[in-house]
């Protein structure tokens, strides 16, 4: 298998992605994204001349219920599902932060 990344090809896609690598990291991430780069090379040389385009190789149909309408739930009824609680309100932790 060719190597398709170079090292820094792998760094500049990192920090694009804000993540921090090891060396050790990097090379593995080379590696292995460098064998998924070489299926999609080795797929665009199958022939689909005369192969017609499909979403779903299967017929598909939807498993979803129709979106109608229903009474929400009252205050008492969410509460009682929140794992945490505080007055009338579902108590989080904050995102932020603060």
Do not use: C, K
Not at 6 to 21: C, E, G, I, N, Q
Not at 34 to 47: A, I, M
Not at 65 to 71: A, M
């Amino acid at each position: 298998m060719p190597d398709i990344l170079t090292v820094d090809d792998v760094r500049y896609v990192a920090r694009l992605t804000h993540l921090s690598l090891t060396d050790d990291e990097v090379e593995t991430m080379r590696t292995q994204l460098s064998t998924v780069l070489d299926f999609f090379q080795t797929l665009q040389q199958v022939d689909t001349t005369d192969v017609e385009p499909t979403g779903s190789p299967t017929d598909v149909s939807s498993v979803m219920r129709d979106d109608e309408p229903t009474p929400s739930l009252t205050r008492a009824e969410t509460l009682a599902n929140a794992p945490h609680t505080e007055d009338d309100y579902v108590r989080v932790l904050p995102v932020l932060g603060v």
